[in-house]
């Protein structure tokens, strides 16, 4: 089960820290995901980062505004995402696998629910 958090409305330039919690499997055999899809578009990955912590992606995006760490004693992924922009209003969901670290939701195999990041003035 993955549970994710930490959405809300923020202003432009503003920040939240977005938390994906997991229980039920072993969570450092896992890869894990994050993903937006905004209103009236389809959904895109975000982020990941493998199992060990060792290696994350970004998509172009967000490169620089954005950081995926992941402690894997709390069974728990954080998305820091700092200078929020209007376009990043969407809602954030945390997914996970045992493949390679990889930004394509066909990889991913559980998903949690939907956390909303409103960005607004």
Known sequence: QLQASGGGLVQPGGSL??????????????????????????SEGVSCISSSGGSTKYVDSVKGRFTISRDNARNTVYLQTNSLKF????????????????KNADW??????????????
């Open 17 to 42: 820290r977005l938390s994906c919690a997991a229980s039920g499997f072993t969570f450092d055999d896992y890869v894990i995901g994050w993903f937006r899809q905004a209103p009236g578009k389809e």
């Open 108 to 121: 991913y195999n559980y998903w949690g629910q939907g956390t909303l990041v409103t960005v607004s003035s």
């Open 87 to 102: 376009e990043d209003t969407a809602v954030y969901y945390c997914a996970a696998q045992r493949g390679l670290a990889t």
